[in-house]
């Protein structure tokens, strides 16, 4: 079983749709939970960091996080043709807070 | 504004060329700088680990002769791939962490071997 799965995608959504994005992960020695968002060409860019189950806002996303299930998700309320990217989320085992464990990435699209 | 400022961003060089990477954190100082390379459409896959002043501790795999890491100070690490070849040519980004961050990326450089 792979540490953690990431549906593709791709994704398409209209404007302003609300787009719900999943990870699973298998370890359970995770402790930081992040989400990056990469457009085509840069670098990833941290959207969401969170250590903690639960939920965590920031504008227009939210993390969602439950141990329990080795779960985790990001949603975007009123979706633009902006967040059309690649949504990375990933994992690491605290301490040093290095060595990211990425998912594969969900590649979305938002047609205006 | 950027957090952590990689050069150069292309890169087109001919085969057998030694190619060197800059990765420099802007905020905040980064004990631990990481590279990693991802090719079209796959996620990123980790190289090498640099800690500030030590050696770089290689993934399996991941030629440490091919690949030379220095992280010379809390600012600013290198990656030099030497002597490439065609199948070198990749997406190479860095990324710095320090105490109490998250990584932040930099932008990532494209490198195409001829």
């Known amino acids: 079983q792979k540490e953690v799965e990431q549906d593709p995608g791709p994704l398409s959504v209209p404007e302003g749709a609300i787009v719900s994005l999943n990870c699973t992960y298998s370890?359970?020695?995770?402790?930081?939970f992040m989400w990056y968002r990469q457009y085509s060409r840069k670098g990833p860019e941290l959207l969401m960091y969170?250590?903690?189950?639960g939920n965590k806002e920031d504008g227009r996303f939210t993390a969602q996080v439950d141990k329990s299930s080795k779960y985790i998700s990001l949603f975007i309320r009123d979706s633009q043709p902006s967040d059309s990217a690649t949504y990375l989320c990933?994992?690491?085992?605290?301490?040093?807070?290095?060595?990211?464990?990425f998912g594969k990435g969900t590649k979305l699209s938002v047609k205006p | 504004g950027a957090v952590v400022s990689q050069h150069p961003s292309r890169v087109i060089c001919k085969s057998g060329t030694s190619v060197k990477i800059e990765c420099r954190s802007l905020?905040?100082?980064?004990?631990?700088m990481f590279w990693y390379r991802q090719f079209p459409k796959q996620s990123l896959m980790l190289m090498a680990t640099?800690?500030?002043?030590?050696?770089?501790?290689?993934e399996q795999g991941v030629e440490k002769d091919k690949f030379l890491i220095n992280h010379a100070s809390l600012t600013l690490s290198t990656l030099t791939v030497t002597s490439a070849h065609p199948e070198d040519s990749s997406f190479y980004i860095c990324?710095?962490?320090?105490?109490?961050?998250?990584?932040?990326f930099g932008d990532g450089t494209r490198l195409s071997i001829l």
């Open positions: 990933a994992w690491n085992y605290g301490g040093s807070q290095g060595n990211l464990i």
């Open positions: 370890n359970s020695a995770f402790q930081y």
């Open positions: 969170t250590y903690s189950s």
């Open positions: 905020d905040f100082q980064a004990t631990t």
């Open positions: 640099s800690n500030e002043g030590s050696k770089a501790t290689y």
């Open positions: 990324s710095a962490w320090g105490f109490n961050q998250p990584q932040h």
